[in-house]
């Protein structure tokens, strides 16, 4: 379902079933918030190399399964996705910059879905 655009908004974007999407996202999103969730948590005693890699290989797994799931179903032919950015390889302050600018600009033109959309 379409939101109904306040008086002036520049809404440009296309209705999108949130709970479809969400539905192909259940399976692998609680897995990636309980990865990103030992990234930011696990002691820095019990830090070592190997455990961030095996952390960064797990997220980007689940990330490829999350595209896959999205691309069988067809919601890449009719949206745009943003993949969320990896907790363990943060961008810098310049790109992270350019991120939140793309997003602003995207939003003030009505093309984010927000979890308030309806």
């Not at 709970?19 to 990103?36: P, Q, S, W």
């Not at 797994?61 to 363990?88: K, S, W, Y």
């Not at 790109?95 to 979890?115: F, N, Q, S, T, W």
Request: proline share 6%.
């Amino acid at each position: 379902m379409a939101r109904e655009p306040a008086d002036g908004d520049r809404h440009h974007g296309a209705e999108v079933d949130t709970h479809h999407v969400a539905h192909l996202l259940e399976r692998t999103g609680r897995l990636r918030l309980a990865v990103c969730v030992l990234w930011r948590d696990l002691p820095q005693e019990l830090r070592t190399e190997a455990i961030d890699e095996a952390l960064s290989l797990i997220h980007e797994r689940l990330l490829e399964a999350e595209m896959e799931d999205l691309r069988r179903f067809g919601e890449t032919e009719q949206h745009v996705i943003v993949l969320p950015i990896n907790p363990l390889r943060m961008p810098g302050s310049p790109d992270m910059a350019k991120v939140a600018e793309a997003i602003r600009v995207l939003d003030d033109l009505g093309l984010i879905v927000r979890p308030d959309y309806v």
